[in-house]
Nanobody, 125 residues
Framework: VQLQASGGGLVQPGGSLRLSCAAS????????IGWFRQVPGKEREGVSC????????NYGESVKGRFTISRDNAKNSVYLDLSSLQPEDTAAYYC???????????????????WGQGTQVTVSS
């Protein structure tokens, strides 16, 4: 199983980005997917998740109303649309797969089994 997050970059405050999570060796639509972010020296923070089968979603309080998670099953990808970005959103962003099926997704990083390499998002003027 390989996961790859992409789409990060440098953006000005108030700007937008779309992050993508692609997989090989795994059909993402069958699994719960989470997005997390981490700043050096701090604990990994749950940003958003989408539940297998139901596609119910969950968001961290700091990103509600600004970030949107979605799937494109034809492309075996999950996206995270980031808008109204602020400097405090600067972090490495990771996607992850939760092997457990049948429960609503959570934002606890320790629940997730497979992780991709991160993509850096930097919000700065």
């Amino acid at each position: 199983v390989q996961l790859q997050a992409s789409g990060g970059g440098l953006v000005q405050p108030g700007g937008s980005l779309r992050l993508s999570c692609a997989a090989s060796g795994l059909t993402l639509k069958r699994y719960t997917i989470g997005w997390f972010r981490q700043v050096p020296g701090k604990e990994r923070e749950g940003v958003s998740c989408i539940t297998a089968n139901t596609d119910s979603t969950n968001y961290g309080e700091s990103v509600k109303g600004r970030f949107t998670i979605s799937r494109d099953n034809a492309k075996n990808s999950v996206y995270l649309d980031l808008s109204s970005l602020q400097p405090e959103d600067t972090a490495a962003y990771y996607c992850a797969v939760d092997n457990l099926i049948g429960t609503p997704c959570t934002l606890h990083f320790f629940e997730y089994d497979y992780w991709g390499q991160g993509t850096q998002v930097t919000v700065s003027s």
